[in-house]
C-alpha cells in the first residue's frame, strides 16, 4: 500500500453529505452536542475520539439506527430524515457496525447476498440460486484479493480477520456512494488490517465511493484518510486535512483535551 500513489482528492469534488448541528441524548447522558460533519466524493474520513465519545452515536443516525434530537442531514443536497437503515441503504449509504451482523451458521457466499438474495424459478418454484450466488461470490472476492478457501464454509468458521473482509466486501458489493466502517481493525492482526486498508485504500483511489472510518490507531489514519474529524465528550474538536496535520499533533491533542477548531484549507 503506497500512499503516495494516491492523488490528493480534486478541488471539485462535490460535498455529498452533510450533517449539521446534530444533538443527541440518551436519558441524562448527553452523546453529541451540535456536531456537524461534511463529506466530499471520493473522501475518506477518519472520525477519531475516545471510548464514548461519540462516533458510534453519530453513524448510528447517519445509518437510521437512531434518530438525532435536533440537527439536520442533507444527501447530495437534499435535506433527508432516515427513518430506519432501510432509508439510509435506500439513499446509498451502507454501514459496517461494530459487531458486524454476519450470520455464523450460514455460509459465506449466502452472507455476501443477504437480503438481496439471486432466485430461480424450478418446476413452478422459487428457489433460491444458491449456484450463482457461490459463483458470484467466489469471483468477487477474488476480485478484491480476499482469499477464502471455500465460500461454502459457514462465516463461523472464519477467523475475525476473515469476517472482517466478508463483511467490508458485503458492503461494497452493493455498490454505496457513502460507506460506514465502524472499527472495522479492531482485533485485526497486522496482515489482516493491512488487508482491509488495502481495501479502502483501492476505493480512495478509484474516489467514487465516500468512506466514513472511525479508527483508533492514528498511524493507520494517516495511512488512508484524507481527512480527520475528532470528537471529544461528543463535540468535534478538530478538522483537519492529514495533509495539514501529524500524528504528533493529533495526539498533543488527544493529551491536552483541549482540541482546536482547525480551518479546513479546502473550499466547500
Ligand atoms: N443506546 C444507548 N442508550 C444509552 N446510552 C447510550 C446508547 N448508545 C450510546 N450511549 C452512550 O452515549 C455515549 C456515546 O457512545 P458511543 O457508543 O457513541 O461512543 P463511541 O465513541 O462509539 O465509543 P467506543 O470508542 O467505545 O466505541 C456513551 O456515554 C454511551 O454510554
Ligand atoms: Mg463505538
Not at 447530495?76 to 441503504?89: E, L, M
Amino acid at each position: 500500500m503506497n500512499a503516495q500513489s494516491i492523488p490528493p482528492l480534486g478541488a471539485d469534488a462535490p460535498v455529498i453529505l452533510e450533517m449539521s448541528h446534530i444533538s443527541k441524548s440518551f436519558g441524562a447522558v448527553t452523546a453529541l452536542v451540535d456536531v456537524s460533519i461534511r463529506l466530499r466524493r471520493g473522501e475518506v474520513l477518519a472520525l477519531v475520539g475516545d471510548n464514548g465519545a461519540g462516533k458510534s452515536t453519530l453513524i448510528k443516525i447517519l445509518s437510521g439506527f437512531h434518530q438525532p434530537d435536533t440537527g439536520t442531514i442533507a444527501s447530495k443536497g437534499r435535506q433527508v430524515r432516515f427513518a430506519s437503515p432501510r432509508d439510509a441503504r435506500a439513499h446509498g449509504i451502507e454501514t459496517v457496525y461494530q459487531d458486524l451482523a454476519l450470520i455464523g451458521d450460514l455460509p459465506i457466499y449466502h452472507n455476501m447476498f443477504l437480503g438481496r438474495e439471486y432466485h430461480k424459478r424450478f418446476l413452478g418454484l422459487n428457489l433460491l440460486d444458491n449456484r450463482k450466488m457461490r459463483e458470484l461470490a467466489q469471483t468477487y472476492l477474488g476480485t478484491l484479493g480476499i482469499s477464502i478457501p471455500n465460500v461454502n464454509s459457514t462465516v463461523d468458521l472464519l477467523s475475525g480477520g476473515q469476517r472482517q473482509c466478508i463483511a467490508v466486501a458485503r458492503s461494497i458489493y452493493s455498490s454505496p456512494s457513502i460507506l460506514v466502517l465502524d472499527e472495522p481493525l479492531a482485533a485485526l492482526g497486522v496482515r489482516e488490517s493491512a488487508h482491509v486498508l488495502g481495501l479502502i485504500q483501492n476505493l480512495r483511489r478509484q474516489r467514487n465511493v465516500s468512506v466514513i472510518l472511525i479508527v483508533h490507531n492514528y498511524n493507520q489514519i494517516f495511512e488512508v484518510c484524507d481527512r480527520i474529524n475528532f470528537l471529544h465528550a461528543g463535540e468535534i474538536v478538530l478538522d483537519a486535512s492529514t495533509s495539514e496535520t501529524s500524528e504528533e499533533e493529533l495526539i498533543r491533542i488527544v493529551k491536552s483535551g483541549l482540541g482546536r477548531r482547525a480551518v479546513d484549507a479546502q473550499p466547500a
